[in-house]
C-alpha cells in the first residue's frame, strides 16, 4: 500500500565484484534483502531512495567518491543510512561524513560480525527515520488542504491569541473562529491543540519568516 513504512533493504555499492559477492553471501545469511551496484550511477538509479535501508558503500568508486554519492543523498534527504567501508588512507574522508550524517565507517579488512552488527544498527536508524519523514509528509499534506482564512487562523492560535483577540483580528464572529478551528482540526487529523501544536512542530510550521506577518482583513 502507498505511504507505507516498507522493509528495510540493504545495498552494496562497491566497484569489486568479489567483495560485492562476499557482503551478499555474509548478509543474507540473515535473510536481508540485497541490492548491488557496481557504482553510484547506477545505485542512484536503481535503488529506492526514499524508503528505509541501508548503504554498504565504497569509499572510492569507479564514477564518483563515495563522500559524493553521500552528498547526493543528504540532498534529497534520503533516509538510508551510509556506512563508509574505506581503507586507512580514506579515514579523514569517511569521518567527515559521518559529521554529515553518516551512520558508521569500517576499516578494510572487515570482521563479519562487525559488520553485521553495524547494518543492524543502521537499519534501525534509517527505520526511525523513514517514519518519521512519512509522518511530516502527512502534515505538509493535511496544511496544504486548510483555506488561507483557516492558515491566518491557526497562526494566531499556534500563537496563543485568544478567541476574542482572533475574531477582532480578522474580522470575524468568535462563532466563525470556533468553526474554523474545528474544520482545523479535522482537516489535520488532531483531537486536541496539544496534539495539532506537536503536527506542527515536526514540520517547523508556521516558518519564522512569517509567523508573525500581518493578516489580511
Excluded at 5 to 30: C, F, T
Excluded at 72 to 95: E, H, M, N, Q, Y
Excluded at 168 to 184: D, F, N, P
Aim: glycine share 6%; with cysteine; proline share 4%.
Amino acid at each position: 500500500m502507498s505511504g507505507e513504512i516498507q522493509r528495510p533493504r540493504v545495498y552494496i555499492v562497491d566497484g569489486d565484484e568479489s567483495a560485492r559477492r562476499a557482503y551478499r553471501q555474509l548478509l543474507q545469511s540473515l535473510s536481508y534483502v540485497i541490492d548491488d551496484f557496481a557504482n553510484g550511477t547506477s545505485f542512484l538509479s536503481g535503488a529506492d531512495l526514499e524508503s528505509a535501508g541501508c548503504v554498504v558503500l565504497d569509499s572510492q568508486l569507479g564514477d564518483m567518491s563515495g563522500v559524493e554519492l553521500h552528498d547526493r543523498l543528504r540532498a534529497i534527504s534520503s533516509p538510508l543510512s551510509v556506512v563508509f567501508v574505506c581503507s586507512s588512507g580514506d579515514v579523514p574522508s569517511a569521518v567527515a561524513c559521518m559529521r554529515s550524517g553518516a551512520s558508521h565507517y569500517l576499516l578494510k579488512p572487515i570482521r563479519e560480525q562487525q559488520l553485521l552488527d553495524i547494518v543492524n544498527r543502521a537499519l534501525r536508524k534509517s527505520s526511525l527515520e523513514a517514519e518519521q519523514a512519512l509522518v511530516r509528509r502527512a502534515v505538509t499534506a493535511h496544511l496544504a488542504r486548510l483555506t488561507p482564512r483557516e492558515r491566518q487562523v491557526l497562526m494566531q492560535l499556534v500563537d496563543g491569541v485568544q478567541y476574542e483577540r482572533v475574531s477582532s483580528s480578522l474580522g470575524i464572529t468568535k462563532r466563525t473562529v470556533e468553526a474554523h478551528r474545528r474544520q482545523i482540526m479535522e482537516k489535520m487529523g488532531a483531537r486536541t491543540l496539544p496534539q495539532l501544536l506537536q503536527q506542527l512542530a515536526r514540520v517547523g510550521w508556521p516558518p519564522k519568516s512569517t509567523s508573525h506577518s500581518s493578516v489580511a482583513h
